[in-house]
């Protein structure tokens, strides 16, 4: 028994863990347990000599070990936060059926702020998600603010503002002709700004 478990170090923490999960759904995590041994001995089973764990948060490391041991649960998690946590850790360690399980869970919870989700989508690799936070920005009444430009970058933020602008001269022109605008996200003219604009090839 001893041999199946290891300590990690994540953020000045240390986890002692049974290998079983961690090596079942990751090809990383398999290769990490089957490297030889340094002249300093193995790492991983001592608290002296941990397995260090880099750019990984201890909060995303403790989600991943609460979905793990609860997922017995329907729903080994509550909030959306431990979503994103498991979904940034269990795509920097290839676990492609945990992210899967972040991915749709994330999207069954009340929609993420449009600019929340463009930096978790960049982040993440996520594609589907940019679509609809583009339109949101592009429907919402109010322009991005200083703040929310600095979370998505310049690039992005001309892009956006690009595609609000046709999206408005768009809607001017209906109000003036008397034909009312759709709101929806997924409205064809919409997603034609922004393939245009992206560059996304959206299906309209």
């Known amino acids: 028994m001893q041999d199946e478990m290891s300590v990690f170090l994540v953020e000045g923490v240390l986890f002692r863990v049974h290998r079983y ?3 079942r759904d990751s090809d990383v995590f398999r290769t990490m347990f089957v490297c030889p041994p340094t002249e ?3 790492e991983g089973r001592t608290d002296e000599r941990p397995i260090v764990l880099p750019e990984v948060t201890a909060v995303e490391f403790e989600t991943l070990l609460k979905f ?3 997922s017995m649960y329907s729903k080994p998690l509550e909030s959306v936060e431990e979503w994103v946590a498991l979904l940034s850790i269990s795509t920097r360690y290839g676990m492609d059926r945990v992210r899967e399980r972040a991915l749709e869970e994330i999207d069954s919870m009340p929609p993420v702020d ?3 989700r463009i930096v978790l989508a960049k982040k993440h690799d996520v594609a589907e998600w940019l679509v609809p936070a583009y339109a949101a920005l592009c429907r919402r009444v109010e322009p991005l603010n200083v703040l929310e430009a600095v979370e998505i970058g310049l690039e992005t933020t001309v892009l956006v503002a690009t595609a609000r602008e046709k999206v408005r001269e768009r809607d001017i022109i209906n109000i003036i002709a008397g034909h009312p605008s759709s709101e929806e996200l997924d409205d064809p003219f919409v997603l ?4 245009e604009v992206f560059g996304l090839h959206v299906d309209a």
């Open 68 to 70: 793990f041991y609860n």
């Open 192 to 195: 034609g700004v922004i393939d």
């Open 40 to 42: 300093e001995g193995p």
């Open 114 to 116: 449009p600019i929340r």
């Open 21 to 23: 999960f961690l090596q």
